[in-house]
């Protein structure tokens, strides 16, 4: 059982799952190279970080053009479009059309070496709310601790999770690299649903 803010709910899926998708780690650092001259906007809630934590839109609210407003994540009602990062990687956008659902925003996250995400919660981003945030690693290592409600996740390169993070969660990356992850919301629907259920039975 767990608790949102109102009455007591029973979660269908677990805080954390493995998706049995695979993605090629050395395609995925090549994309990456391919944005190595881009200019990555540091994350706007700065009391959440310590250190490095920045972003990259590869999805963002259609006609925005303000850094800021292109790395939200927030529901929008204008709908979602890709952006010309998006365009120079043929990986990334290879992988999110993999997913027949509807993808709002998709962004890359960095995590300098030495960086902290704070415990903290995001409010919406539990699947049955109706939205399913996705995590792709695309650059990481041992020595990256991601926490979900207090336990470890770990995560490898070209993996891909679902996380209910509307639970506390938290990042340490003690590595001497930046971790990557290529992060996105995928719209409930009945494909992914299924999906989800057949996650939770392996």
């Not at 995925?28 to 200019?39: K, M, N, T």
């Not at 415990?119 to 109706?130: N, Q, S, V, W």
Request: glycine share 6%; net charge neutral; aromatic share 8%.
């Amino acid at each position: 059982m767990a608790t949102l803010a109102g009455p007591t709910v029973e979660w269908r899926w677990p805080d954390r799952l493995r998706l049995p998708l695979a993605f090629d780690p050395k395609r995925l650092a090549a994309d990456l190279a391919r944005l190595e001259a881009a200019e990555w906007t540091r994350h706007f809630v700065r009391d959440n970080y310590e250190g490095d934590w920045s972003v990259l839109p590869l999805r963002a609210p259609v006609g925005e053009t303000h850094p800021i407003r292109m790395i939200g994540a927030s529901p929008s009602d204008k709908g979602w479009q890709d952006t010309p990062l998006l365009d120079q990687c043929p990986y990334f956008a290879g992988l999110l059309a993999a997913f027949r659902c509807p993808i709002n925003s998709a962004r890359l996250m960095r995590l300098g070496p030495g960086s902290v995400i704070r415990e903290h919660k995001d409010p919406y981003l539990a699947a049955e709310d109706g939205f399913a945030r996705l995590h792709v690693p695309v650059r990481t290592s041992p020595e990256v601790e991601f926490r979900v409600a207090g336990t470890p996740v770990v995560m490898e390169a070209g993996s891909c999770w679902y996380l209910r993070l509307t639970e506390p969660h938290s990042a340490h990356n003690r590595g001497r690299e930046a971790r990557v992850h290529l992060v996105f919301d995928a719209v409930m629907n009945d494909w992914l649903a299924a999906l989800l259920d057949a996650s939770a039975r392996t």
